[in-house]
């Protein structure tokens, strides 16, 4: 066994199922390890969907993906959706090929810092330095990428590493990752909080946004009088009928800070107080109300389920039941595509169990409020702000779990950054519906334009650096040259029989919106 068989080994003997790649010439004898039939190695065609096709799998299994990165500017192509997985929590292990150790010194024209490179981004960086114990160094990624909250872990395999003999793997036990309890002290003062019947606010994230923890938060929310919300943004929200509901806190600051204003007490849940996602001339960075105070109950590295269970108990609630989101049977909208008819179609039409990946900004931006009665879903948002997440998480959720439909809606300007996850998509059936939405135009940089005060109107120029119309993209054609079938729409009737379609079908598909 060489180097990159037993990096390959132990990456399968760990629990890596997949391997999303973009494999060089470095990577030949990793490329060659590959041919096992315990990880599945997923091919795309470009860096930035390995990365993002990995978050989107951690999301939905919880354990981490691995990636195949070709030297530095493979890893730098990688890295916006790396950024991405990290503000998300997501666990990732990123195998980056390096020329050999007798070749480095030449200063080949791929020769970069590599270590640099991924510092900023991950958790962990370590450079292996042996065939013989690049096993180990790759059972440390894991449990790093495994540890809670999902971490980012960079393992650098230099060529001759993968090339020459491993010797006999001997190792150590695998061991369950640990989440940490919370502060008995820190629940009993929340738990105080609470029973002084102030105006108090639940904010959850994480893995408080689902499963027992979101059951246990709604039981806190019904039984202390307090109101349960999330951050405009998160990596996973249970939600639809038969779910916990959750209010969601506003994007824009105005809104946010409206949304906040009653509240005296901000309890965070796996997360931290609310901000502006960007600093505006004359507006906050902190949206609480003046005097309000924030207590955060569970810690992003602690178990929420334990922490939420714990204050349950301090406040005397055990066993108590939460509010259920009852259905709503949303009629087939008519007429005109808008958001809020766009939203209704999308209520009407969405598949129990479906996961819909958002990164349809402006468009997109009713979604939440009318689909709370749909059919049970899994909303996916983008924590980082990094745009081009939508598609490759798709992706690498639609491989996670294939037998649920996922829904990715995604903005035009957005969808261009990484379109190359089609290609996977349709290479591997994946049951993925792109809906993009194609206004020609990163719209919300106009309504950013006017938040910054930059100016009361747009001049020619400035208006040629966000409208994206000259040439309009073919989506249609752009699907179908990577083998996803295709279907343009101007109406909202349209919009919901071909969501029906596609939802009703096997494989991916794509539907363009078009919005004049």
Request: include cysteine; hydrophobic fraction near 45%; glycine fraction near 10%.
């Amino acid at each position: 066994m060489n180097g990159a068989e037993s990096l390959v080994s132990t990456l399968a003997e760990r629990g890596v199922e997949v391997c999303f790649a973009n494999p060089g010439t470095s990577e030949m004898h990793f490329l060659a390890a590959l041919d096992n039939p315990r990880i599945k190695s997923v091919l795309c065609l470009f860096e930035g969907v390995c990365t993002g096709a990995a978050d989107g799998w951690y999301r939905m299994r919880q354990t981490p993906a691995s990636t195949l990165l070709h030297l530095g500017p493979g890893l730098a192509n990688g890295m916006a959706n790396i950024h991405n997985a990290r503000r998300a929590s997501s666990g990732m292990v990123n195998i980056v090929g390096e020329h050999s150790a007798s070749h480095l010194k030449y200063d080949p024209p791929l020769h970069s810092d590599i270590e640099g490179l991924a510092r900023p981004l991950s958790h962990w960086v370590r450079r292996a330095e042996s065939s013989r114990t690049i096993a180990w160094d790759t059972v440390a990624a894991i449990a790093k990428a495994r540890e809670h909250p999902g971490r980012i872990a960079t393992l650098i395999l230099p060529g001759d590493t993968a090339w020459q003999e491993a010797g006999e793997m001997r190792l150590p036990a695998l061991d369950a990752p640990m989440r940490k309890a919370p502060d008995p002290a820190r629940v009993e003062a929340v738990a105080q909080v609470l029973r002084s019947g102030e105006p108090a606010l639940l904010i959850v994230a994480n893995r408080a946004a689902r499963g027992r923890a979101l059951e246990l938060a709604g039981a806190v929310a019904t039984g202390a009088g307090c109101r349960l919300a999330s951050q405009f943004f998160t990596n996973r929200l249970e939600r639809g009928a038969g779910r916990v509901p959750v209010e969601r806190i506003p994007y824009s600051v105005a809104p946010g800070i409206a949304f906040l204003a009653p509240f005296k007490h901000l309890i965070t849940v796996e997360t931290r107080e609310p901000i502006a996602f960007f600093s505006y001339p004359d507006q906050p960075s902190l949206l609480k109300a003046p005097g309000a105070q924030v207590h955060s109950l569970v810690e992003g590295d602690e178990d929420s389920e334990l922490g939420l269970s714990m204050l349950a108990e301090a406040l005397g609630l055990d066993g108590a039941a939460p509010v259920f989101q009852r259905r709503v049977d949303t009629p087939v909208p008519t007429g005109a595509l808008s958001p809020i008819s766009i939203a209704h179609a999308l209520a009407a039409a969405i598949p129990e169990h479906a996961i819909v990946v958002d990164e349809s900004l402006t468009t997109g931006r009713e979604t939440m409020g009318y689909t709370a009665g749909a059919a049970p879903h899994d909303m996916i948002n983008n924590l980082g702000g990094s745009i081009g997440y939508g598609t490759p998480v798709a992706t690498g959720a639609a491989l996670a779990c294939p037998d649920r439909r996922t829904i990715c809606m995604v903005g035009d300007g957005s969808a261009m950054y990484t379109i190359q996850s089609l290609w996977t998509q349709a290479r591997e059936g994946l049951p993925v519906t792109t809906i993009i939405f194609a206004n020609n135009q990163y719209a919300i940089l106009k309504a950013e334009y006017a938040n910054m005060g930059a100016g009361a109107t747009m001049g020619p120029q400035a208006l040629a650096m966000i409208d994206i119309d000259r040439p309009t993209i073919d989506w249609v054609a752009m699907a179908k040259s990577m083998g996803v079938p295709g279907v343009q729409v101007d109406s909202v009737e349209a919009l919901h029989a071909a969501m029906l379609r596609s939802f009703g079908g096997a494989g991916p598909s794509l539907i363009e919106v078009k919005l004049y």
